[in-house]
Structures are given as structure tokens and as C-alpha cells.
């Protein structure tokens, strides 16, 4: 997502989805999967949800890794309303 400040374009972060688009189960899933799928491949963390990424070995690439880790998993929680929160505590990976 871009904003523009004073006319200079910069990338926004993420900050939560809208409330009508978390993720409250079955009866809204597919919508709120493709709009997770948006907001995730906008922040570069869509690999994550695809498919297993390895930790790298490389101390530098590793703490990049798990910042992103735990990027993806701030989106994925923010956007599920607190009774799905609760079944996800204590995954490891998004």
C-alpha cells in the first residue's frame, strides 16, 4: 500500500483490518482469505502462509526471518476475532 506525505510516496505497514473483514470462522472464510492473501503478499509474507520456509543458517538472514515470522503472524492474528485468536496461541509458525 503507498501513501503519499507531502508528496513523497512511502509504504505503509499494516495496521489491522477493517472489523467486518476478520476472520470470525467458517461463514466468512474465503473472503477473508483472499483479503488476508492481499494484505500478506502487499508486506512481502505470502511465502510464509504458502508454503514451509525454512530458518536460514545465516545469523544476519535468520534475524530477517523471524522478524517476518512474527510480522505474518501479527497480520494473521489481527485480522481473526478473539475466539479464533484463542485457537491459535501457541503455533509456531504462521
Partial sequence: MQQCFLGVKTKMSFTGLRL??????STNYIAWKEMM????????LKEFVD???????DA???EAWQKKIAKCR?????GA??????????????
Wanted: net charge negative; charged share 30%.
Fill in 74 to 78: 501479527r497480520i494473521l492474528l489481527e
Fill in 51 to 57: 508454503a514451509d520456509v525454512p530458518k536460514p543458517t
Fill in 20 to 25: 467486518e473483514y476478520a476472520l470470525e470462522g
Fill in 81 to 94: 476475532r478473539d475466539h479464533i485468536v484463542s485457537s491459535l496461541h501457541g503455533k509456531a509458525t504462521p
Fill in 60 to 62: 544476519a538472514e535468520a
Fill in 37 to 44: 492473501e492481499v494484505v500478506l503478499d502487499d508486506n512481502g
